[in-house]
């Protein structure tokens, strides 16, 4: 459907699934590009989205979370400047996955002082821990 929609789709996981195939596998890789500039945005799914959510965040500058409303698929870029949403394929259904997706990618950062003011305690954090 992103493609579909003349969205750029890079695809980080397994073509032919198994079972010893592992979400940090496929996840890590993701938050990389995206912690690098590779690539603007990220989507990662796993079966309750909780994993993929934690493994993205291990990666310094990648904003990750875990939604499962419209609400905070936009308001997480909005505010927090989120450049990866996390889904559970075993919890949200293909519609709202798709309009969770849709949202978040049409968001935009607002850049409003008081979010960039927190971004930058968050960046500061992220420095002191990789030390």
């Known amino acids: 459907m992103l493609r579909e929609t003349d969205y ?3 695809d980080f996981g397994d073509g032919q699934p198994t079972s010893d195939d592992d979400y940090p596998d496929f996840v890590v890789p993701l938050a990389r ?3 690098r500039g590779e690539l603007d945005r990220g989507v990662a799914i796993c079966g ?3 994993g993929a959510s934690v493994v993205a965040n291990k990666m310094a500058g990648v904003r990750a979370c875990l939604i499962h409303e419209t609400f905070s698929a936009h308001q997480g870029v ?3 400047d989120l450049n990866m ?3 559970g394929g075993l919890v949200v259904g293909h519609a ?3 309009e969770l997706v849709h949202t978040f990618l049409a968001a935009r950062f607002s850049g ?3 979010h960039r003011r927190r971004l930058a305690k968050v ?9």
């Open 8 to 10: 750029e789709v890079i």
């Open 33 to 35: 590009a995206v912690a």
């Open 48 to 50: 309750s989205g909780v």
């Open 78 to 80: 909005e505010d927090d």
């Open 85 to 87: 949403i996390c889904l």
């Open 96 to 98: 709202l996955a798709w």
């Open 112 to 114: 409003a002082e008081r």
């Open 123 to 131: 960046a500061e954090l992220e420095h002191k821990e990789t030390q």
